[in-house]
């Protein structure tokens, strides 16, 4: 499985972006596509996930309400929609995918999230 993120960039305090990963290599059935980040000095964190089949959501409670997790199955496509983002939403989020939830086999590369106060 081959996964690339990407829509990172800088935004102010209340802004919005919407990150993008896109899955190759092989077909996902049973497996969760999940975000994580990691921000300086911390370790990596999960973020959200999505069942890929059948559409159940995960949120930490960190970002339950602002952000939301998606997938396009026809396009192999998730999404994670970032809403009212804060100072301490900056880290690289990556993507990741694998048949167990808060955790992933496979890794996209990383994209960075800044959002400026």
């Known amino acids: 499985v081959q996964l690339q993120a990407s829509g990172g960039g800088l935004v102010q305090a209340g802004g919005s972006l919407r990150l993008s990963c896109a899955a190759s290599?092989?077909?996902?059935?049973?497996?969760?596509m999940g975000w994580f980040r990691q921000a300086s000095g911390k370790e990596r964190e999960f973020v959200a996930a999505?069942?890929?089949?059948?559409?159940?959501?995960y949120y930490a409670d960190a970002v339950k309400g602002r952000f939301t997790i998606s997938r396009d199955g026809a396009k192999n496509l998730g999404y994670l929609q970032m809403n009212r983002l804060q100072p301490e939403d900056t880290a690289v989020y990556y993507c990741g995918a694998g048949d167990r939830l808060y955790t992933a086999d496979y890794w996209g590369q990383g994209t960075l999230v800044t959002v400026s106060s």
């Open positions: 290599g092989r077909t996902f059935s049973n497996y969760y």
């Open positions: 999505i069942r890929w089949i059948g559409g159940s959501t």
